[in-house]
């Protein structure tokens, strides 16, 4: 269980109680509001903090929040602001910028008072060091005049898609990502755009899926990567250097999200896969995996912030993570628990019979098992938001170390009889024995060995085959449960995102811990389809559900299954079954 502080509680059958009191190690999760409102899915979009110390939240579905760090309290924003669904917020002062869909608000937080501007999709807000407003819309770049008290566009975007994020470097000049046509540099001055940087395969050997654009402390540019890869602009030679698995030690397989620098020369990185702090001069990564703490299989969101008492908080899907620097210290010896042994499918506990454990998982001494159950699964915790590594050894099998950091699960398949050691860090050595069938024993040779004599050679080729098929069937049946769970994953995973209008295979394949190529040969395999083709036929699908129910709209259904536009919807779903959406409203009414 996690109480109310966020720590972990894991009670054991005959070993007492373990916590891990993850607030004191410098981790405090915000998954509700004051009130007891739950965050779940309402996907934590941008951070900004007033002047007078309050942190505002931007979230798709529950509009703008207030966090005061203090009380550590959160709560509902301006009563009069409506809108549901924040895009980006920004902090000018006391008062405050945001946006929606189709609008800009100009907020005074204090009186609750706010003004509203006719403005589509501005995806990102920044203030820069000298005081200007600068938004990022789709239609392009524009910046707010405070003597007309008016936006004015000052650089059109047409084909080169949208600002996402924005940062200002130590020469003034406004760094402008945008979704999927590059890098580039503006300057406030002159109005005029500088270099582009596309950091596509070609010039980099990496994709151009790019998340966000950050200073560190010393006004350095870095951008995070949806491939992965995180990029540092040198001023030098006026090119991006990368860091990925390829030149950098541990460095996480997984999209970067976010960035935030502590002053220390160390830059935190929030990932798919969880929060990865980044030794920027030593050029080594440590990676904190989400399945040791409270954030239990949470991905990050492109929201982060360091806050004034130097804090940082760092946003996902269903909340948002406050992490205090100085108190995260990574520990080399966290002890390591054994929390379920399972052979075939299905847990194992004390027994006294002779096969399996005599008593507790995490304090046993020896698993003993027949040559017939000789594939079984450990699965384990470790106390701690900051443990170090994991990692196991089946000697006399396996080669090398299996890291089970990630997971926090090991599976050991068709182990062949004998006497092994099963090394964990962080945990006493179990002997693991797997006991050979009877006809493998001493006095079972010698009976064979006797009743080879007695009905020749054929008693031998009946035993073989008796043991193959039996392998066979428990090899087919362990393939099928692997199919049908990845089935029901993929189902769920695709389901619960149908709404996201930037859901892809890329994204698909991330969710389920895979390789883009790796879900569509598996895809292929088992339903024929391609996972493209999987999306579209399930946001269909489900719209065509929506629409016979008759109680949305067309743009509402659009909206459900992932369309920012309608008639792009209704495009795709006459494609689909031949017909509009109107006409399937329309005979279910």
Same mark, same amino acid.
């Given at each position: 269980?996690?109480?109310?502080?966020?720590?972990?509680?894991?009670?054991?059958?005959?070993?007492?109680?373990?916590?891990?009191?993850?607030?004191?190690?410098?981790?405090?999760?915000?998954?509700?509001?004051?009130?007891?409102?739950?965050?779940?899915?309402?996907?934590?979009?941008?951070?900004?903090?007033?002047?007078?110390?309050?942190?505002?939240?931007?979230?798709?579905?529950?509009?703008?929040?207030?966090?005061?760090?203090?009380?550590?309290?959160?709560?509902?924003?301006?009563?009069?602001?409506?809108?549901? %669904?924040?895009?980006?917020?920004?902090?000018?002062?006391?008062?405050?910028?945001?946006?929606?869909?189709?609008?800009?608000?100009?907020?005074?937080?204090?009186?609750?008072?706010?003004?509203?501007?006719?403005?589509? %999709?501005?995806?990102?807000?920044? %203030?820069?060091?000298?005081?200007?407003?600068?938004?990022?819309?789709?239609?392009?770049?524009?910046?707010?005049?405070?003597?007309?008290?008016?936006?004015?566009?000052?650089?059109?975007?047409?084909?080169?898609?949208?600002?996402?994020?924005? &940062?200002?470097?130590?020469?003034?000049?406004?760094?402008?990502?945008?979704?999927?046509?590059?890098?580039?540099?503006?300057?406030?001055?002159?109005?005029?755009?500088?270099?582009?940087?596309?950091?596509?395969?070609?010039?980099?050997?990496?994709?151009?899926?790019?998340?966000?654009?950050?200073?560190?402390?010393?006004?350095?540019?870095?951008?995070?990567?949806?491939?992965?890869?995180?990029?540092?602009?040198?001023?030098?030679?006026?090119?991006?250097?990368?860091?990925?698995?390829?030149?950098?030690?541990?460095?996480?397989?997984?999209?970067?999200?976010?960035? @935030?620098?502590?002053? =220390?020369?160390?830059?935190?990185?929030?990932? =798919?896969?969880?929060?990865?702090?980044?030794?920027?001069?030593?050029?080594?990564?440590?990676?904190?995996?989400?399945?040791?703490?409270?954030?239990?299989?949470?991905?990050?969101?492109?929201?982060?912030?360091?806050?004034?008492?130097?804090?940082?908080?760092?946003?996902?899907?269903?909340?948002?993570?406050?992490?205090?620097?100085? @108190?995260?210290?990574?520990?080399?010896?966290?002890?390591?628990?054994?929390?379920?042994?399972?052979?075939?499918?299905?847990?194992?506990?004390?027994?006294?019979?002779?096969?399996?454990?005599?008593?507790?998982?995490?304090?046993?001494?020896?698993?003993?098992?027949?040559?017939?159950?000789?594939?079984?699964?450990?699965?384990?915790?470790?106390?701690?938001?900051?443990?170090?590594? &994991?990692?196991?050894?089946?000697?006399?099998?396996?080669?090398?170390?299996?890291?089970?950091?990630?997971?926090?699960?090991?599976?050991?398949?068709?182990?062949?009889?004998?006497?092994?050691?099963?090394?964990?860090?962080?945990?006493?050595?179990?002997?693991?024995?797997?006991?050979?069938?009877?006809?493998?024993?001493?006095?079972?040779?010698?009976?064979?060995?006797?009743?080879?004599?007695?009905?020749?050679?054929?008693?031998?080729?009946?035993?073989?085959?008796?043991?193959? %098929?039996?392998?066979?069937?428990?090899?087919?049946?362990?393939?099928?449960?692997?199919?049908?769970?990845?089935?029901?994953?993929?189902?769920?995973?695709?389901?619960?995102?149908?709404?996201?209008?930037?859901?892809?295979?890329?994204?698909? &394949?991330?969710?389920?811990?895979?390789?883009?190529?790796?879900?569509?040969?598996?895809?292929?395999? @088992?339903?024929?389809?391609?996972?493209?083709?999987?999306?579209?036929?399930?946001?269909?699908?489900?719209?065509?559900?929506?629409?016979?129910?008759?109680? @949305?709209?067309?743009?509402?259904?659009?909206?459900?299954?992932?369309?920012?536009?309608?008639?792009?919807?209704?495009?795709?779903?006459?494609?689909?079954?031949?017909?509009?959406?109107?006409?399937?409203?329309?005979?279910?009414?």
């Amino acid at each position: 269980m996690c109480d109310k502080d966020g720590n972990i509680w894991l009670g054991t059958r005959n070993s007492g109680v373990y916590v891990s009191d993850v607030v004191k190690l410098g981790c405090r999760p915000i998954y509700k509001t004051d009130t007891g409102e739950s965050l779940q899915s309402s996907i934590v979009k941008r951070f900004a903090q007033t002047s007078d110390g309050i942190v505002w939240v931007a979230t798709q579905t529950m509009g703008l929040l207030r966090y005061d760090p203090a009380s550590n309290l959160l709560s509902k924003g301006p009563k009069g602001l409506s809108a549901k %669904r924040i895009l980006s917020v920004c902090a000018d002062g006391e008062n405050l910028w945001a946006s929606s869909q189709d609008k800009l608000y100009k907020i005074q937080p204090s009186s609750g008072s706010f003004e509203q501007f006719e403005l589509y %999709r501005v995806e990102t807000i920044f %203030r820069m060091s000298s005081g200007r407003i600068f938004a990022g819309a789709l239609g392009g770049l524009y910046e707010w005049n405070r003597e007309k008290h008016t936006m004015e566009l000052r650089l059109p975007l047409e084909d080169k898609g949208m600002i996402v994020s924005m &940062a200002e470097d130590a020469h003034g000049l406004l760094w402008c990502d945008t979704f999927s046509a590059g890098v580039f540099r503006f300057d406030p001055n002159s109005l005029s755009q500088k270099e582009s940087y596309f950091l596509n395969e070609e010039e980099y050997g990496t994709g151009e899926m790019k998340s966000s654009v950050y200073t560190d402390k010393r006004l350095g540019i870095w951008v995070t990567g949806r491939d992965g890869v995180l990029y540092h602009f040198d001023d030098l030679s006026s090119r991006f250097e990368h860091f990925d698995r390829s030149n950098t030690e541990h460095f996480p397989v997984a999209s970067i999200m976010s960035a @935030l620098s502590d002053g =220390t020369g160390k830059l935190w990185l929030g990932t =798919t896969s969880g929060i990865a702090i980044f030794d920027i001069n030593g050029k080594k990564v440590t990676t904190v995996p989400l399945s040791r703490s409270r954030l239990l299989n949470e991905n990050f969101s492109e929201a982060a912030l360091a806050l004034q008492d130097g804090t940082m908080l760092f946003g996902f899907r269903d909340g948002f993570v406050r992490i205090s620097p100085t @108190l995260f210290a990574s520990q080399e010896n966290t002890p390591t628990i054994i929390t379920e042994l399972t052979v075939d499918g299905k847990p194992v506990y004390p027994t006294d019979n002779k096969w399996g454990i005599d008593r507790n998982v995490n304090i046993t001494k020896v698993i003993r098992l027949p040559a017939s159950q000789n594939s079984f699964s450990l699965s384990f915790s470790q106390p701690g938001w900051n443990a170090g590594p &994991a990692y196991c050894i089946l000697e006399g099998v396996d080669q090398r170390n299996r890291d089970f950091s990630s997971t926090m699960r090991s599976n050991f398949y068709s182990v062949p009889p004998g006497t092994y050691t099963l090394k964990i860090s962080g945990h006493n050595s179990i002997k693991v024995v797997i006991e050979p069938p009877f006809w493998g024993s001493a006095i079972g040779i010698a009976l064979i060995a006797c009743a080879f004599l007695m009905v020749l050679f054929s008693s031998v080729i009946l035993v073989y085959r008796w043991e193959e %098929r039996k392998r066979q069937e428990e090899a087919a049946m362990f393939k099928k449960k692997q199919n049908e769970e990845f089935l029901r994953n993929l189902e769920t995973y695709v389901t619960k995102n149908l709404e996201d209008e930037n859901f892809n295979v890329d994204a698909l &394949a991330e969710g389920l811990f895979m390789s883009r190529s790796t879900l569509t040969r598996r895809m292929k395999t @088992l339903i024929d389809m391609t996972p493209i083709d999987y999306i579209k036929e399930k946001r269909m699908s489900v719209a065509k559900e929506l629409l016979e129910e008759g109680n @949305l709209t067309v743009s509402e259904v659009a909206s459900k299954v992932g369309f920012t536009y309608a008639s792009y919807f209704s495009k795709c779903f006459k494609d689909a079954f031949g017909v509009p959406p109107t006409d399937v409203t329309r005979n279910y009414k």
